[in-house]
């Protein structure tokens, strides 16, 4: 799900392109959204965290994106160890389609009913789902503005 601030950094991005013209506006809401999504995982926990975000939560992005709804799914981990508040274990940058399906009530619905296809026994999924979160020190948003 997408926090707060991502929501209100796509609305500000939409407002700018409010005051343009038609045309323009409609462009705008067809450009693709690009969020990184980092996560800083507790020290020994690494490979668990990676086991269950392979099991649970990969491959419900890959069928998003079968779906239509990102045009990239890129995950990365540094090659380096990174110190303190500026470190970062593992990112995952989703390039929605556009900003509707970045922040619009469809990728909710359309991602539990995804779930529930790939996880008949949703208690287990949301159990273990519940375990990898508990395995981060810290989870954070990035909107990338321009390119894709």
């Known amino acids: 799900m997408i926090g707060l601030a991502v929501t209100a950094a796509l609305m500000m991005v939409g407002a700018g392109a409010q005051g343009a013209?038609?045309?323009?506006?409609a462009a705008?809401?067809?450009?693709p959204v690009t969020i990184?999504?980092?996560y800083r995982i507790k020290w020994g926990q690494h490979a668990a965290f990676r086991a269950l975000?392979?099991?649970n939560h990969s491959p419900v992005l890959?069928?998003?994106q079968r779906l239509g709804w990102f045009r990239a799914i890129r995950m990365d981990e540094p090659l380096t160890h990174m110190a303190g508040g500026a470190r970062w274990d593992f990112r995952v940058t989703l390039v929605y389609r556009d900003a509707d399906a970045a922040v619009g009530d469809g990728?909710?619905?359309?991602?539990?009913?995804?779930?529930?296809?790939?996880?008949?026994?949703?208690?287990?999924?949301i159990r273990e789902e519940a375990e990898r979160m508990g395995m981060l020190e810290e989870h954070w948003d990035v909107v990338v503005m321009g390119g894709e």
């Open 107 to 125: 990728y909710g619905k359309a991602a539990e009913a995804v779930m529930t296809r790939l996880y008949p026994d949703v208690a287990k999924h």
């Open 62 to 64: 890959k069928e998003m």
């Open 53 to 55: 975000y392979d099991r």
């Open 21 to 25: 013209t038609p045309a323009v506006g």
């Open 28 to 31: 705008a809401a067809t450009k």
């Open 36 to 38: 990184e999504y980092y």
